[in-house]
């Protein structure tokens, strides 16, 4: 595994130290191990996870600079793309989120593993947290909702300034006009759409990089409930 991410990183021009390396290494094997016991992820087979985990969430760092940022992982299941990118950024100050608490429960301890106790995991739905409203640099997310939807989670934890990163299929061109509406309304504005290959997976992934330009509307986010039956459609 500690091979086949150095190389997934190398090819996206990204450097890292044999003790970060290790530590992604560690961080899967322990994924791999707990979850035959635990539904943390669908991908098995150890090759896989380390690429469409570790070198998949660190493609991020090609997109937007994470360095000394306050970063929100957004569903984070089980710790993805979060903790990869504090492995490789030790300056982020990372907090996770996820609605599952056996999952976060599994980055807590694992974070704690290998040293890095100041990663906060949080169990709970973002919408339900006002404490963390417009406190963040950078919010990424993967695979949680469609874009209408998903930036009602994630815009209104994001500082006017930073960004909102939105891991997607390649295809999702429909996906953003549909949700533009919804992501000007929560104070965006779609600066691009980021394509980039994982190696070794064959996988072509995108990244949908937001700006928040303005603070979000007090009256948002609402709850979910409310969020799925009536999404921002304009």
Not at 20 to 39: D, F, I, K, P, W
Not at 172 to 199: H, K, M, N, S, T
Request: glycine share 8%.
């Amino acid at each position: 595994m500690e091979k086949i991410i150095e190389e997934g990183l190398r090819a996206l021009g990204i450097e890292a130290r044999p003790d970060q390396l290790a530590a992604m290494a560690a961080y899967g094997r322990r994924l791999l191990e707990v979850n035959q016991v635990t539904n943390l992820t669908a991908i098995t087979d150890p090759a896989a996870a380390a690429r469409l985990h570790f070198v998949d969430s660190a493609a991020l760092l090609t997109v937007a600079d994470f360095a000394g940022k306050a970063v929100a992982d957004v569903g984070s299941g089980a710790g993805f793309p979060g903790v990869p990118l504090r492995i490789l950024r030790p300056d982020i100050r990372l907090t996770c989120l996820d609605s599952v608490g056996k999952k976060m429960d599994f980055v807590r301890e694992s974070c704690a593993m290998l040293g890095m106790e100041d990663v906060t995991c949080l169990w709970g739905r973002a919408e339900e947290m006002p404490q963390l409203r417009e406190r963040f640099d950078i919010v990424t997310s993967r695979a949680v909702a469609e874009l209408d939807m998903l930036a009602e989670l994630c815009l209104p934890l994001a500082k006017v300034g930073g960004l909102f990163l939105a891991m997607k299929n390649p295809d999702c061109d429909q996906e953003v006009r549909r949700g533009d509406f919804a992501v000007r309304a929560l104070g965006g504005r779609l600066r691009e759409i980021r394509r980039y290959d994982v190696p070794g997976a064959d996988v072509t992934h995108a990244v949908v990089v937001i700006e928040k330009v303005k603070p979000t509307p007090a009256q948002y986010p609402r709850r979910w409930a409310q969020i799925k039956k009536k999404p921002l459609l304009g």
